[in-house]
C-alpha cells in the first residue's frame, strides 16, 4: 500500500520533471519535426506535456516514456550537456550505467541514473543525441522499485526512433 500511494505522489513530479526539462540552454526551444516511432504499447497511454514532445503514461506503473527534442539554430549542447539536463530534477544522483554508442546514425550517451526526488527513490534512462542540428533526449523514468518492470517498453521504442 505504501508503494501504491508513493506512485501517485511522485507522479505529479516525474509529470513537471519531464515538463521542465529543457536542452542546453535555448530560451525558445523548436520541437523536432518529421520524427518516426512506435509509440509505446498498453498499458501506455498519451500524456499530456507542456515541451510540445511526446510522453506516455503507464497505467500498471505510472512509469513514462517520452523524448524532448530542440532544433534551435543557437542551441548546440554536448551529450554531457544533454545528459546532466535530463538528470538534474534528481537528489543524490548516482549513476548506474554510462555509455556512449552509434544510434540514429550518430554518436549517443545512454545514461541510467538513480536518485531521490521529493523524497522518493526514482530511476531514469536516458539516451541523449543530436543530429542535423536538433538535440534530443528520449526518457524513460518511475520508482526505482517499479523500473524494470517496463524497461523493454522503452527499449522498443528507442529502437523504432528515427530523427530525420
Known amino acids: 500500500m ?24 535555448s530560451k525558445d526551444p523548436q520541437p523536432a519535426r518529421n520524427l518516426a516511432f512506435k509509440a509505446p504499447s498498453s498499458p501506455f497511454s498519451d500524456l499530456k506535456t507542456k515541451t510540445g514532445d511526446k510522453a506516455w503514461i503507464s497505467s500498471r506503473t505510472n512509469n513514462i516514456i517520452s523524448y524532448i527534442s530542440d532544433c534551435s539554430p543557437s542551441n548546440d549542447p554536448s551529450l554531457d550537456q544533454l545528459e546532466q539536463d535530463a538528470l538534474a530534477g534528481l537528489d543524490k544522483l548516482e549513476i548506474k550505467y554510462r555509455e556512449d ?42 520508482v526505482a522499485e517499479r523500473f524494470d518492470s517496463e524497461n523493454q517498453e522503452f527499449k522498443q521504442f528507442t529502437e523504432s526512433f528515427r530523427a530525420p
Open 2 to 25: 505504501k508503494t501504491i500511494r508513493a506512485l501517485f505522489l511522485l507522479l505529479p513530479y516525474l509529470l513537471f520533471l519531464n515538463s521542465c526539462i529543457t536542452i542546453g540552454v
Open 101 to 142: 554508442l552509434p544510434y540514429n546514425q550518430r554518436t549517443a550517451r545512454s545514461t541510467i541514473g538513480e536518485g531521490f526526488l521529493d523524497g522518493v527513490k526514482v530511476k531514469l534512462n536516458v539516451v541523449a543525441f543530436k543530429k542535423n542540428s536538433c538535440s534530443y533526449n528520449l526518457i524513460y523514468g518511475g
